[in-house]
């Protein structure tokens, strides 16, 4: 690596945080790496802190001593997280969305990267202190943002299948009943695709009683894994609250209404709103 | 805004630049956010498109007069993305991954976000090119690598279901014929997931005779959308090549061998190591 001035570092210490969050980089990286002294690397770091901090992107932590570094923490600032939930919970309300059956069509939300990238930024704010070995997900639709959650997490993700496919190898199969449809589907997941006792994140695009959430709960003992937290994007009030299966989830968006004879939805944010922080 | 300073900047525009692949940005954007003269923008953006083009991560192009701009084109330099692949045909060559049908466990490769940025770079850089509308695959473990590519292209993805879900509102269906299995199939796609003539990269993670992707293809008439290129993350040799359906494709890696009874695999990188560029 050939020396490089302030002004190019910065640009390459940027990226390179960038692309690995939640990771210790020791000092001793950059300082071999550009052939510069310790003493200008904190200077270069504490200017990208501020810049980090002030444009909202999240935090720079720097750990002093000799396994120290500095971590790049992704964070969400709620007030521009509101503003982009507000934008979302617009575009669901239109009432061309409205299905047969009174579902919501959201896919073409989901199929926009960064829309996904956002919403991935915002659970992996709000579960960041958490300690995480895996994303989970059921497919299909939850895929995209049990991706984007996991790389500002740093950690691998694993999606649970409707099917038992061949190319998995030995798998453990669940029946669950799904809270909404009321009938009985499987869930599987690979024998090798979570090793035991794994701490596990469980991602989803929808939750309405929380069926399907409560099906991956109940896999996840199988594997001796423990659920470290629930995210849901977009949650569907529960007429009857005794018919919710799962209380402890964050959510991102909430149908508040469905009116589907006057073709009316009222969408509205959903409880990460109301974490502190 | 508050003005900043050069360094500080440098880091914005940084994260700003990478955060916006293959948008056109003016320069009046950055000059009225940093409250900078456009001359000093255009330095700025010299030493970023340096490091940029020095540590592999892509072009900035810089578009002159009235309507110009910049615009930042993610590029997986050839010699890293071998070294990348060989580690990939490595962990790939595990006999352990030899499932029962001569299928081969790739999922936890699919797993790793970082493992399909860099895929998604690759093929974002072999496609860069192309006009294209959207990423399609089919569900469910091309869904990672078609969201990577398409975070780089800076396009949606669209996804092909195997079922015909309640939840996406009215769909066109094809049957087709898995040329691996033999065994017939259906794949739809919702009719709102894809506007009519739109231009498509079909992207997916196994390909052996192509049946899946000729389906895709196929599907693909009924909306009268082009199909402009084709990536496949692994390709398996077929024996005999007169049973191959697709011919014009892009694989990163490829299963030249495998023996079941003798427990071995021999993978090697794809033809993208053949293309120009």
Known sequence: MKKMKRSSRLVDMTQYLLSR??????????????????????????IIKEVFTSEGLGELITVTGAAGGVKYIPRAPKQQSLAFIQRICAMLGQ??????????????????????????RMFA????????????????KGIPIAYATASYLNIPVVIVRRDNKVTEGSAVSINYVSGSSKRIQTMSLARRALSEEAKVLIIDDFMKAGGTIQGM?????????????????????????????????????????IDQKEKRIEVLPGNYFEMEG
Chains 1, 2 share one sequence.
């Open 217 to 257: 709960m109940d896999l996840l003992k199988e594997f001796r894994a423990t659920v470290q937290g629930v995210g849901v994007f977009v949650e569907s009030e529960v007429p009857n609250k005794e018919e919710q299966l799962i209380s402890d989830y964050v959510s991102l968006a909430k149908i508040a209404k």
């Open 95 to 120: 009432s061309e969305r409205i299905l047969p059956g009174g579902y919501l069509y959201i896919t073409d939300l989901l199929g926009e990267p960064s829309i996904m990238q956002e919403v991935g």
């Open 21 to 46: 969050p939640h990771t210790l980089i020791p000092l001793t990286t950059f300082a071999e790496q550009y052939r510069a002294a310790k003493s200008s690397i904190s200077e270069d770091l504490a």
């Open 125 to 140: 704010s709000a579960f960041a202190d958490r300690e995480l070995d895996v994303v989970m997900t059921v497919e299909t």
